[in-house]
């Protein structure tokens, strides 16, 4: 075997090694958002679903089920006025970009909430929402496999 076919079959095996590991962590991640939604009373399917997902969660979460759909527009419209920014000679329009800067400033703000208020509502306080802040994927899964019990939002 040649020096390039070996290469090429380490590189396709780490490859195919990341892909499957990726793929398991992808899947608990899955099943443990899952157990999250089905332990708060919701079908679990609807984890699984990208922006309704986010929806439920809120729900689930928080009371003010309206600051989803104030997060999503922020954030819907901070995008669409981004590239309005930059005009056509290169120069930046620093008001259109402030304004998206600020909405996606709001929306940041309100998830943090969110994941303050999601971790309360299953019964923990600020140190596992931090946790669940600057590891979330780790969090997830001892929210969905661990012990703890959905108490229902807690404002």
């Not at 608990?28 to 999250?36: E, K, Q, S, T």
């Not at 527009?73 to 290169?90: E, K, R």
């Not at 930046?92 to 940041?108: D, K, P, T, W």
């Not at 509502?121 to 703890?148: D, K, R």
């Amino acid at each position: 075997m040649s020096m390039d076919n070996s290469m090429m079959v380490f590189f396709l095996s780490m490859l195919a090694t990341y892909s499957i590991v990726g793929f398991v962590w992808w899947l608990l991640h899955v099943v443990a958002a899952w157990r999250i939604f089905t332990k708060a009373g919701e079908a679990g399917w609807k984890s699984i679903i990208p922006i309704y997902s986010t929806y439920i969660t809120y729900k689930i979460s928080w009371k003010k089920k309206n600051l989803f759909w104030a997060t999503l527009a922020a954030t819907v419209l901070a995008f669409v006025l981004s590239p309005f920014s930059i005009q056509a000679d290169g120069s930046i329009n620093y008001a259109m970009f402030f304004i998206a800067m600020l909405l996606l400033l709001f929306a940041f703000v309100v998830n943090i909430l969110l994941v303050v208020r999601k971790c309360r509502a299953f019964g923990h306080g600020v140190g596992f929402a931090i946790g669940m802040l600057f590891f979330e994927p780790i969090f997830t899964l001892i929210l969905g496999f661990g012990s703890s019990a959905y108490l229902g939002p807690q404002d």
